[in-house]
Nanobody, 115 residues
Framework: QVQLVESGGGLVQPGGSLKLSCAASGRIVTVNDMGWFRQTPANELQLVAGVTSDGRPKYADFVKGRFIVSRDNTKNTMTLQMNSLQSEDAAVYYC?????????WGQGTQVAVSS
């Protein structure tokens, strides 16, 4: 069984930074596209950033220039460096990946932004 485990969430002041990590484990042949989503306090699920298997990133407009997504295919991991965090970035962040054709989700990690 394939699992995705996120880590790195927490409380940060406005303007601060956090780095989220996602690790895939289990019986894996190929990890295809990976991405970060977030569920806002208003219960809206938003695509934040994604990265293809060959490392091409894409970003939602509201994080461009602030967040950086990357992956390490040798370790089946993905990271999200979040800079200049704002109160609107507070959410539960979920890792998502297509693993051998299956859509897998992590359990989520909470990001809080407050002074």
């Amino acid at each position: 069984q394939v699992q995705l485990v996120e880590s790195g969430g927490g409380l940060v002041q406005p303007g601060g930074s956090l780095k989220l990590s996602c690790a895939a484990s289990g019986r894996i042949v190929t990890v295809n596209d990976m991405g970060w989503f977030r569920q806002t306090p208003a219960n809206e699920l938003q695509l934040v950033a994604g990265v293809t298997s060959d490392g091409r990133p894409k970003y939602a407009d509201f994080v461009k220039g602030r967040f950086i997504v990357s992956r390490d295919n040798t370790k089946n991991t993905m990271t999200l460096q979040m800079n200049s965090l704002q109160s609107e970035d507070a959410a539960v962040y979920y890792c998502n990946a297509n693993v051998d054709g299956n859509d897998i989700w992590g359990q989520g990690t909470q990001v809080a932004v407050s002074s």
